[in-house]
C-alpha cells in the first residue's frame, strides 16, 4: 500500500497486480467503446466538452464554450441558457418517457414509493410553485436538510428548476455546523423533516434545525423566514408559528403546472460545503450548464448506461457530492431509472443492500470501499444468500479502494466478472475525473487509472515539474474543466490561495499520486490537514479547534490514523487544563467524544481520544502530528531530530501500547 504523510512526503512503493481486460462481451455492447476518444478530446477538448453539452436541451444555445480570460475563474458555455431541471424531467416526458420509473425508494422499516419520470415532475412543479410563493426566485438560496426521502430530491430539482440555488446539509451535522452553513450562504428557507429512519429508529432533525435557529449565529440577523417541515416519520414536532409550514400542507394548495424558464449557464446551482485545512467550512460553488453536461457525460460513460434497461443504485447520500451528481443530476438527466434507499447497510440486518439488489434487478451498483470492507468483515455467506444475478457493473468512490477489497467485490457481489469502475474525484471536481471506462480499460485492482477524455490530469512535483513514471507526486489538473469549482462562496481570494496558489495556473487537488508505467493513476491519499474518514473528509484543524473550546482543553492535536474498515479513524490526543486533571480519563474521553460530535456532527466523532501530559513539539513549538499519527497506527516512530525533548513521544507511545 502506498499513502502520504501529512507533511507532504508520499511513500510508494510499486504494486505488481493482474489486470482484468473487458470481455469481448462487455466492450461489444459498451457505450464508449472506440479508444480515438481519448485523443480527439485531448487535441481540442473545447469541442469535446460541446460536443458533450449538445446533448443537452439548451433555450439558448450558446456559442463561446469556455471564457477562460480571468484564471482561475471559469466560464463554460457562458451565452447559453438552460433550465437544470427541465432538462431532468420535462424533456424525458417529451420524449414520452412519463410511465418511466425514474427512483424505487425503499424507506428503512420498509415502506416503498415508486415515482415515475412522469409523476417526479409534477411533485416537482408543485414544489417550485410553493417556493415561488414562499418568495424564492433566482439566486435566492434554500438549505436543505432531509434524510434519504424523495422530497428531497424534489426540492433540490424545485430549487433548481427556478434559478435558485441549494445548499444541502448532511443530517449528521450538529446544529452549530448546520447554522453556520445557514449564516454563510445566507439561505432564506431551510427544508427539513420531522426526522428519518436509521437504524430501526427514527432520528430527529427539526428540533436541530430548531437549535441551530436559536443559536448566536455570526451577528447579522438571521437570514431563515421560513422552515418548511416534511413529516416522514409521524413525530411530534414543535412549530413556531409563521416560521416554521408543512410541507404536505403548504403544496395541497399548487397543481403541477408550471413552466421552466432558461437561465444562464453559469447561473449558481448549489452550494456544498466540505471541509479544508482550515476550521471554517468551504462553500463549494457549482453552476449549471458545466456542471450538468460532465456528470451526465460520465454517467454515461463511466457507468455504461443504458437508460431504458438498466437499474442503478448510488448508495451515497444525498448531503454529499456523489448524491448530487450520481444520485440528483446525472441519472435523471440520463433518464435512467434507479434505487434509492433510506436507511442503513446493517439495518435490520447486513443483507438488506443485496435484498434490494435482488428485489429492484439492479444492474449498477455504486458504493464506497469502507462499506465493501464492513460487508468482507460480515463475511460471503450474507450475500451470497441472495441473488445478485441482476449486477453488471461496479462502482467505487470516496477513497482508494485496496486490491483485496477490489476483488472481493468482483467475485462476491459481481460474480467474479462484473467490471469495476474506481472513480476518483472530489465535491470541488463536481464530477468524475479519473476513473476507467469499462469496454476500454484493462482493469487494475487499486488503481483509478485513467484521466477521462477531456481531463487534463498532471502529477507533478514540488516545483510543478511532472514527475516520471513510477515517481511519486501531486495532483494537479491543468486546463479547466466544465463541472470544475467556480469559487468559493464569498470568498474568491481563499478559492485561489487554495487550490491555484501552489501551482499558479494548475488546480491543486490535494492528493498524493502516482503513474505506473502503463500510464495508469493511483492515488496515494490526502497530502494536506483533511482526513477520510469512510470516504467523507474532516479536517484535522475543525476537529482540533472544537476541542480547544472545551473548557477543559489546553491543547489538542488530532491525526488520522490508517483504520482497516474506515480508511482512517479520527485519533485525539489532549492535554488538559490543570484543575481539570482529577476528572478521571475515561470520563474525560467519553465527555470530549460527545463534545465533538455535538459540534461539528457525529460523523467527526474521535474513534480515540488520549488524555495525555504533553504534546511532541519541534524546538519553535510545533505539534508534530506525524509522529502522533505513527503512534496512533502502532508504527515505529520515525526521525525525532526535530523534537524538542523525546520524552513527550516516548510517553504518549507506552500510553497507546497498553491501551491498544
Ligand atoms: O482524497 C481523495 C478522496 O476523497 C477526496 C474528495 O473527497 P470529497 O470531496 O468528499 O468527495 C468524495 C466523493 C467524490 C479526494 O481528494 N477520493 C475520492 N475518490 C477517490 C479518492 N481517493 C482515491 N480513490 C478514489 N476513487
Known amino acids: 500500500m502506498s499513502s502520504a504523510a501529512h507533511d507532504g512526503t508520499i511513500e510508494s512503493h510499486s504494486l505488481e497486480v493482474e489486470t482484468y481486460p473487458p470481455s469481448a462481451e462487455f466492450a461489444e455492447q459498451a457505450n464508449v467503446h472506440d479508444s480515438s476518444v481519448y485523443w480527439r478530446a485531448a487535441e481540442d477538448h473545447e469541442a469535446y466538452w460541446a460536443s458533450r453539452a449538445r446533448d443537452l436541451q439548451w433555450t439558448k444555445p450558446f456559442t463561446e464554450v469556455l471564457d477562460w480570460s480571468n484564471p482561475p475563474f471559469a466560464k463554460w458555455f457562458q451565452d447559453g441558457e438552460l433550465n437544470v431541471a427541465a432538462n431532468c424531467l420535462d424533456r424525458h416526458i ?20 415508486t415515482i415515475t419520470y412522469g409523476e417526479l415532475t409534477h ?15 433566482q439566486g435566492d438560496r434554500v438549505a436543505i436538510y432531509l434524510p434519504m426521502i424523495p422530497e428531497a430530491v424534489i426540492s433540490m430539482l424545485a ?37 428519518g429512519y436509521r437504524k430501526g429508529r427514527v432520528s430527529q432533525l427539526k428540533p436541530t434545525v430548531d437549535e441551530a ?59 456544498l460545503y466540505t471541509s479544508g485545512t482550515t476550521g471554517k467550512p468551504k462553500g463549494i460553488l457549482h453552476t449549471s450548464g458545466g456542471y450538468l453536461t460532465q456528470v451526465t457525460a460520465t454517467h454515461n460513460d463511466v457507468f455504461d448506461l443504458k437508460p431504458e434497461t438498466d437499474v442503478f443504485w448510488c448508495t451515497a447520500d444525498v448531503g454529499w457530492v456523489t448524491g448530487h451528481s450520481y444520485i440528483v443530476y446525472g441519472p435523471l438527466a440520463n433518464g435512467a431509472t434507479q434505487v434509492m434507499y433510506e436507511g442503513t447497510p446493517d439495518t435490520p440486518d ?56 477490489w476483488r472481493w467485490y468482483r467475485e462476491v457481489i459481481g460474480a467474479g466478472k462484473a467490471p469495476i469502475v474506481d472513480t476518483w474525484w472530489q465535491t470541488e471536481t463536481g464530477a468524475i475525473m479519473v476513473a476507467p471506462l469499462p469496454g476500454l480499460t484493462r482493469l487494475k485492482p487499486g488503481s483509478a487509472q485513467v484521466a477521462q477524455p477531456g481531463i487534463d490530469l498532471n502529477v507533478v512535483d514540488e516545483a510543478g515539474n511532472r514527475v516520471d513514471p513510477g515517481q511519486g507526486g501531486l495532483l494537479t489538473i491543468r486546463k479547466p474543466w466544465p463541472a470544475m469549482v467556480r469559487t468559493i462562496w464569498g470568498d474568491d481570494q481563499r478559492f485561489i490561495d487554495t487550490y491555484w496558489e ?20 493511483w492515488l496515494l491519499g490526502r497530502v494536506d490537514d483533511v482526513m477520510n474518514v469512510s470516504g467523507h473528509r474532516l479536517s484535522t484543524t475543525e476537529i482540533e479547534s472544537a476541542l480547544v473550546e472545551h473548557h477543559a482543553v489546553a491543547e489538542a492535536a488530532v491525526v488520522g490514523a490508517d483504520d482497516e474498515t474506515t480508511g482512517q479513524a479520527v485519533v485525539s490526543f489532549c492535554v488538559m487544563k490543570s484543575q481539570q486533571e482529577l476528572l478521571s480519563a ?22 480515540n481520544i488520549y488524555i495525555v501530559s504533553e504534546l511532541p513539539k519541534t524546538r519553535s513549538g510545533k505539534i508534530m502530528r506525524r509522529l502522533l499519527k ?31
Open 586 to 607: 475515561d470520563d474525560a474521553e467519553a465527555a470530549l467524544k460527545k463534545h465533538v460530535a455535538d459540534t461539528i456532527g457525529a460523523i467527526a466523532r474521535p474513534r
Open 213 to 271: 435557529l436559536a443559536l448566536e449565529g455570526n451577528g447579522s440577523p438571521l437570514s431563515v423566514e421560513h422552515v418548511l417541515v416534511v413529516d416522514r416519520c409521524g413525530s411530534e414536532v414543535a412549530m413556531q408559528p409563521r416560521r416554521d409550514l408543512w410541507w404536505h400542507e403548504e403544496i395541497s394548495a399548487f397543481d403541477g403546472e408550471h413552466t421552466a424558464k432558461g437561465f444562464p449557464a453559469e447561473n449558481p446551482l448549489f452550494i
Open 630 to 660: 505513527q503512534v496512533a497506527e502502532g508504527k515505529e516512530v520515525g526521525d525525532t531530530t526535530t523534537l524538542a525533548d523525546t520524552v513527550a513521544i516516548t510517553m504518549i507511545q507506552q500510553q497507546v501500547n497498553t491501551t491498544r
Open 502 to 521: 501552489k501551482f499558479g495556473d494548475q488546480y491543486f487537488a490535494g492528493d498524493g499520486a502516482r503513474v505506473d508505467k502503463d500510464g495508469d493513476v
Open 94 to 113: 417529451a420524449a414520452g418517457l412519463a410511465d418511466r420509473v425514474a427512483i424505487h425508494w425503499e424507506g428503512e422499516p420498509g415502506d416503498t414509493r
Open 350 to 405: 447486513w443483507g438488506r443492500w443485496w435484498q434490494l439488489i435482488e428485489k429492484y434487478g439492479v444492474t449498477i451498483f455504486y458504493t464506497a470501499p469502507t462499506a465493501i470492507r464492513a460487508c468482507m468483515k460480515v463475511g460471503r455467506q450474507v450475500p451470497e444468500q441472495y441473488d445478485l444475478s441482476s449486477i453488471r457493473l461496479l462502482g467505487s468512490v470516496g477513497e482508494p479502494i485496496n486490491p483485496e477489497a
Open 123 to 137: 411533485e416537482v412543479k408543485r414544489a417550485a410553485n410553493m417556493l415561488t410563493a414562499l418568495g424564492i426566485t
Open 159 to 195: 430549487v433548481a428548476r427556478l434559478g435558485a440555488t441549494h445548499s444541502v446539509v448532511f443530517g449528521g451535522f450538529s446544529a452549530d455546523s448546520l447554522r453556520s452553513r445557514i449564516d454563510d450562504a445566507e439561505a432564506k428557507i431551510v427544508i427539513t423533516a420531522d426526522g
